[in-house]
């Protein structure tokens, strides 16, 4: 009877509980599809473990088991002991009247799943821990607590009532209660129900700080705070004494630069912006596909200060990775963002979403330097993650820029200083199917000057903006700085230990090793759409048109490519077929479409090539070894497989360094002898160790594959052309003349990248040829090293392009 009471109140009260959940709560789940992300088996019994007692909470969990098709909580699980509650609350929630039994319970209904699982094999148990929260605003410092935190289920219900809208709700990893009872001994279930209870309250107290983040400072008591550093302190002496001016005067120049750089976050900011960008990401995009962000999910719950670097290709970047992070249960970092963003209203905003400004040059300026390192520190110290955009700069021409390594070398010395929490550094690659600066890049690379940001460009962008498409961001894997320095400098905590100082020598090199690690990474986690592979096949081709039927058929084969030999697991390619690829890219309006008799035709106007050179140049490094083995295979009608690996190994340091391509030397073999197959498994050659051969009915196929390389190999040709003339030539000269070389070449022969004669592109060519050895005159070596290169290059490029390139020099 008392049995019968109790589940009939139950009944009641959830049905009362119900209604103003669903009127007022609108919860999103973290990941967004947890069935997809944590492989849940909706078939199987799921036993959801919350982390406190509340109707609440699982009213809420119940409303997203509906929308997932998920077991309803309130069903309960039959086993051999009977009936068994379908969910569990790990602890009492806060209150005076909550039951003080509550863990004891939770301990009890796990005795009896485990005991269940002993009796009968072929029960399987999910257990699923979910936690609901319902706001994710940190404590700030000095503020005291609300007394309603007493009344338990009261603050709960007016949480609800008003904040509702912003309630979060977070799925982890199930974890098999057969497994772990299979697993245990008879007499040990007991102590294993209490280990259960006590690893899930810490799964989740960790959890909620890697949701809502570190106690918020008050900024002016940071600062003041900072102004008292050892460091600072000694840096304004010395800013007093070599500028000969007051203690007083070079203490407010430090102020006034802390007050430049420092953060102001807040979380109103923070959910305003949030709503806004959701609006956004609503209306003017198609929407944002987010790939493996569960792993940095696992770092910031087990407790690794997180350092993301994406790569930057528009002032989006800002918003978007923090946007995500966000909706992804993350604390948005601390971002590094260059000074010329500090203008009003864009500055103040900035600033109150975590932004901290950085003058693009402060070599020499000692008390600058002391300052944003402190502060830098700081943060870190305080727990904040951070993300800075190691290129320096947004991107102009759709690849990746030779990275800068002053944040780097900062975050090193603050691991140096002993900081306890491990350091992790995490590549983020960010795509689009339209950056928002496209058209501003092409002119700047043309020679225009760089417009200064202010509100009236911006409110204009704004208002321009239509059929944005997708946007992408993938998370690299995550690179462990203690595991690097352990890897690369060994003895690094005692070399910090015998020299006292936190820049010792191996300091810029190793930087700069890790600086090339993270490129390679974001390269290895590109996201490949429909806009990039569009493009890239329309400007391989000669007029930069092609039927709509070559179209479709050149991406289906690309797809087929990167799927069949993947460039890297955490690619991402899109699951579409080529034709819904193309209908996607087509609705965005970048293609000229006319229709003859014969169907559709899909080419760019010369203006729109120049701007689609960004979107291929995303992908380029997936599909520069294909594109130049193809280009071997069309020039020597008839190879072997050693002869084609010794070219492709020969030309690869020069692409490794330009692409940052992340293959060592077996690693590249088993590439290529991948590729090779997938091009015989779809007709492009007949493939043999002994002979390799074009199968002519694919011969405007495997063309149109190889042009996606001419660029740079031609690139190449002009700069080993004056290197075998004129060995003795300097850096500064054999970049200047490759440059005007490849200017003109453009002009002569239509070339429309405008990345084709980019002084930074060259720049990194001619690094590279001075790091193996091309640049060395002295030695004979080097000449037969030119020559061998150019043998090799000059039959790969058109006899009209080489008859150009020796004209001009």
Same mark, same amino acid.
Request: positive net charge; contains cysteine; hydrophobic residues 40%.
């Given at each position: 009877?008392?049995?019968?009471?109790?589940?009939?109140?139950?009944?009641?009260?959830?049905?009362?509980?119900?209604?103003?959940?669903?009127?007022?709560?609108?919860?999103?789940?973290?990941?967004?599809?947890?069935?997809?992300?944590?492989?849940?088996?909706?078939?199987?019994?799921?036993?959801?473990?919350?982390?406190?007692?509340?109707?609440?909470?699982?009213?809420?969990?119940?409303?997203?088991?509906?929308?997932?098709?998920?077991?309803?909580?309130?069903?309960?699980?039959?086993?051999?002991?009977?009936?068994?509650?379908?969910?569990?609350?790990?602890?009492?929630?806060?209150?005076?009247?909550?039951?003080?039994?509550?863990?004891?319970?939770?301990?009890?209904?796990?005795?009896?799943?485990?005991?269940?699982?002993?009796?009968?094999?072929?029960?399987?148990?999910?257990?699923?821990?979910?936690?609901?929260?319902?706001?994710?605003?940190?404590?700030?410092?000095?503020?005291?607590?609300?007394?309603?935190?007493?009344?338990?289920?009261?603050?709960?219900?007016?949480?609800?009532?008003?904040?509702?809208?912003?309630?979060?709700?977070?799925?982890?990893?199930?974890?098999?209660?057969?497994?772990?009872?299979?697993?245990?001994?008879?007499?040990?279930?007991?102590?294993?129900?209490?280990?259960?209870?006590?690893?899930?309250?810490?799964?989740?107290?960790?959890?909620?700080?890697?949701?809502?983040?570190?106690?918020?400072?008050?900024?002016?008591?940071?600062?003041?705070?900072?102004?008292?550093?050892?460091?600072?302190?000694?840096?304004?002496?010395?800013?007093?004494?070599?500028?000969?001016?007051?203690?007083?005067?070079?203490?407010?120049?430090?102020?006034?630069?802390?007050?430049?750089?420092?953060?102001?976050?807040?979380?109103?900011?923070?959910?305003?912006?949030?709503?806004?960008?959701?609006?956004?990401?609503?209306?003017?995009?198609?929407?944002?596909?987010?790939?493996?962000?569960?792993?940095?999910?696992?770092?910031?719950?087990?407790?690794?200060?997180?350092?993301?670097?994406?790569?930057?290709?528009?002032?989006?970047?800002?918003?978007?990775?923090?946007?995500?992070?966000?909706?992804?249960?993350?604390?948005?970092?601390?971002?590094?963002?260059?000074?010329?963003?500090?203008?009003?209203?864009?500055?103040?905003?900035?600033?109150?979403?975590?932004?901290?400004?950085?003058?693009?040059?402060?070599?020499?300026?000692?008390?600058?330097?002391?300052?944003?390192?402190?502060?830098?520190?700081?943060?870190?110290?305080?727990?904040?993650?951070?993300?800075?955009?190691?290129?320096?700069?947004?991107?102009?021409?759709?690849?990746?820029?030779?990275?800068?390594?002053?944040?780097?070398?900062?975050?090193?010395?603050?691991?140096?200083?002993?900081?306890?929490?491990?350091?992790?550094?995490?590549?983020?690659?960010?795509?689009?199917?339209?950056?928002?600066?496209?058209?501003?890049?092409?002119?700047?690379?043309?020679?225009?000057?760089?417009?200064?940001?202010?509100?009236?460009?911006?409110?204009?962008?704004?208002?321009?903006?239509?059929?944005?498409?997708?946007?992408?961001?993938?998370?690299?894997?995550?690179?462990?700085?203690?595991?690097?320095?352990?890897?690369?400098?060994?003895?690094?905590?005692?070399?910090?230990?015998?020299?006292?100082?936190?820049?010792?020598?191996?300091?810029?090199?190793?930087?700069?090793?890790?600086?090339?690690?993270?490129?390679?990474?974001?390269?290895?986690?590109?996201?490949?759409?429909?806009?990039?592979?569009?493009?890239?096949?329309?400007?391989?081709?000669?007029?930069?048109?092609?039927?709509?039927?070559?179209?479709?058929?050149?991406?289906?084969?690309?797809?087929?490519?990167?799927?069949?030999?993947?460039?890297?697991?955490?690619?991402?390619?899109?699951?579409?077929?080529?034709?819904?690829?193309?209908?996607?890219?087509?609705?965005?309006?970048?293609?000229?479409?006319?229709?003859?008799?014969?169907?559709?035709?899909?080419?760019?106007?010369?203006?729109?090539?120049?701007?689609?050179?960004?979107?291929?140049?995303?992908?380029?490094?997936?599909?520069?070894?294909?594109? =130049?083995?193809?280009?071997?295979?069309? %020039?020597?009608?008839? @190879? /072997?497989?050693?002869? !084609?690996? *010794?070219?492709?190994? +020969? $030309?690869?340091?020069?692409?490794?360094?330009?692409?940052?391509?992340?293959?060592?030397?077996?690693?590249?073999?088993?590439?290529?002898?991948?590729?090779?197959?997938?091009?015989?498994?779809?007709?492009?050659?007949?493939?043999?160790?002994?002979?390799?051969?074009?199968?002519?009915?694919?011969?405007?196929?495997?063309?149109?594959?190889?042009?996606?390389?001419?660029?740079?190999?031609?690139?190449?040709? =002009?700069?080993?052309?004056?290197?075998? %003339?004129?060995?003795? @030539? /300097?850096?500064?000269? !054999?970049? *200047?003349?490759?440059? +005007? $070389?490849?200017?003109?070449?453009?002009?002569?022969?239509?070339?429309?990248?405008?990345?084709?004669?980019?002084?930074?592109?060259?720049?990194?060519?001619?690094?590279?040829?001075?790091?193996?050895?091309?640049?060395?005159?002295?030695?004979?070596?080097?000449?037969?090293?030119?020559?061998?290169?150019?043998?090799?290059?000059?039959?790969?490029?058109?006899?009209?392009?080489?008859?150009?390139?020796?004209? =001009?020099?």
């Amino acid at each position: 009877m008392l049995q019968w009471i109790t589940s009939w109140w139950n009944k009641l009260s959830f049905a009362f509980i119900r209604l103003p959940v669903e009127f007022f709560v609108q919860s999103k789940s973290i990941p967004t599809d947890p069935i997809k992300e944590l492989n849940i088996n909706r078939l199987a019994p799921i036993l959801y473990v919350l982390p406190y007692n509340s109707k609440i909470d699982l009213m809420v969990v119940q409303t997203l088991s509906k929308k997932y098709q998920l077991p309803d909580p309130l069903d309960g699980i039959k086993t051999d002991n009977g009936l068994l509650p379908a969910y569990l609350y790990i602890d009492k929630g806060p209150g005076i009247f909550v039951s003080k039994q509550q863990k004891n319970k939770s301990i009890e209904i796990l005795h009896q799943y485990i005991t269940a699982h002993k009796q009968d094999s072929q029960l399987d148990v999910q257990m699923l821990p979910v936690s609901v929260m319902f706001s994710r605003a940190p404590d700030k410092e000095g503020k005291k607590k609300l007394s309603l935190q007493v009344l338990g289920g009261t603050r709960k219900f007016f949480k609800m009532l008003f904040t509702g809208r912003d309630c979060y709700t977070r799925f982890s990893h199930t974890v098999s209660l057969k497994n772990i009872a299979l697993s245990t001994e008879t007499e040990q279930v007991s102590e294993l129900a209490h280990k259960l209870s006590r690893v899930a309250r810490i799964h989740f107290a960790k959890q909620r700080t890697a949701s809502v983040g570190p106690t918020l400072p008050i900024r002016q008591q940071m600062l003041k705070k900072l102004l008292n550093n050892q460091e600072i302190s000694e840096a304004i002496k010395e800013e007093a004494k070599s500028k000969n001016i007051s203690l007083e005067k070079a203490k407010k120049n430090a102020l006034f630069m802390l007050n430049e750089i420092a953060a102001n976050f807040t979380y109103r900011a923070l959910k305003i912006t949030d709503y806004i960008l959701t609006w956004a990401w609503n209306r003017l995009y198609q929407g944002l596909k987010v790939t493996n962000a569960d792993p940095i999910r696992e770092l910031a719950q087990n407790g690794h200060e997180i350092v993301y670097a994406p790569c930057h290709r528009s002032h989006m970047d800002y918003l978007l990775l923090s946007y995500v992070l966000y909706r992804q249960g993350l604390v948005p970092p601390h971002i590094a963002a260059g000074i010329n963003l500090n203008f009003w209203p864009a500055g103040p905003i900035f600033r109150r979403l975590g932004a901290f400004f950085i003058r693009r040059s402060f070599r020499g300026n000692k008390l600058y330097t002391a300052v944003f390192r402190e502060y830098l520190a700081e943060l870190f110290i305080r727990g904040y993650s951070v993300e800075y955009f190691i290129e320096g700069g947004r991107s102009r021409t759709g690849r990746l820029l030779d990275p800068k390594t002053g944040m780097l070398m900062m975050t090193i010395q603050t691991l140096l200083r002993g900081d306890p929490r491990p350091i992790t550094i995490v590549p983020v690659y960010i795509g689009y199917e339209h950056v928002l600066e496209v058209a501003t890049y092409a002119n700047e690379l043309r020679g225009a000057a760089k417009k200064k940001e202010n509100l009236w460009q911006t409110v204009k962008a704004f208002f321009k903006l239509k059929k944005l498409g997708l946007g992408y961001v993938n998370f690299g894997q995550p690179i462990l700085l203690n595991q690097f320095l352990n890897q690369h400098v060994p003895d690094w905590r005692n070399a910090i230990e015998k020299t006292g100082t936190v820049r010792p020598q191996w300091l810029t090199p190793t930087s700069n090793l890790l600086a090339k690690n993270i490129m390679e990474s974001i390269n290895s986690s590109a996201a490949v759409n429909a806009m990039n592979l569009c493009s890239t096949f329309l400007l391989a081709s000669q007029q930069n048109a092609l039927t709509k039927k070559q179209l479709i058929e050149h991406i289906h084969y690309a797809v087929i490519l990167l799927k069949t030999v993947p460039y890297s697991d955490l690619v991402t390619i899109p699951e579409q077929n080529a034709e819904q690829l193309f209908e996607h890219a087509k609705q965005m309006g970048k293609f000229i479409i006319t229709t003859d008799e014969a169907g559709e035709i899909v080419s760019l106007t010369q203006e729109q090539a120049v701007l689609m050179t960004y979107y291929r140049n995303n992908i380029q490094h997936l599909l520069i070894i294909p594109a =130049i083995i193809a280009r071997i295979i069309l %020039k020597h009608n008839r @190879i /072997s497989l050693d002869e !084609l690996t *010794k070219q492709i190994e +020969l $030309i690869y340091p020069l692409i490794k360094a330009e692409l940052f391509i992340n293959y060592n030397e077996q690693e590249l073999l088993n590439y290529i002898e991948k590729l090779l197959q997938c091009f015989a498994d779809i007709n492009f050659i007949s493939y043999s160790s002994e002979r390799i051969t074009i199968n002519y009915l694919k011969l405007t196929s495997l063309q149109l594959l190889a042009s996606i390389s001419k660029d740079t190999l031609q690139r190449y040709v =002009i700069t080993f052309s004056l290197l075998q %003339k004129d060995p003795s @030539i /300097s850096r500064a000269n !054999l970049e *200047k003349e490759s440059r +005007l $070389i490849a200017e003109r070449l453009s002009v002569l022969h239509g070339i429309n990248a405008p990345e084709f004669f980019d002084k930074g592109v060259f720049s990194t060519l001619v690094s590279t040829l001075r790091d193996l050895g091309y640049l060395d005159d002295t030695k004979i070596e080097s000449f037969e090293k030119i020559k061998l290169m150019n043998d090799t290059l000059k039959p790969l490029i058109t006899n009209q392009v080489m008859q150009t390139i020796e004209e =001009i020099y």
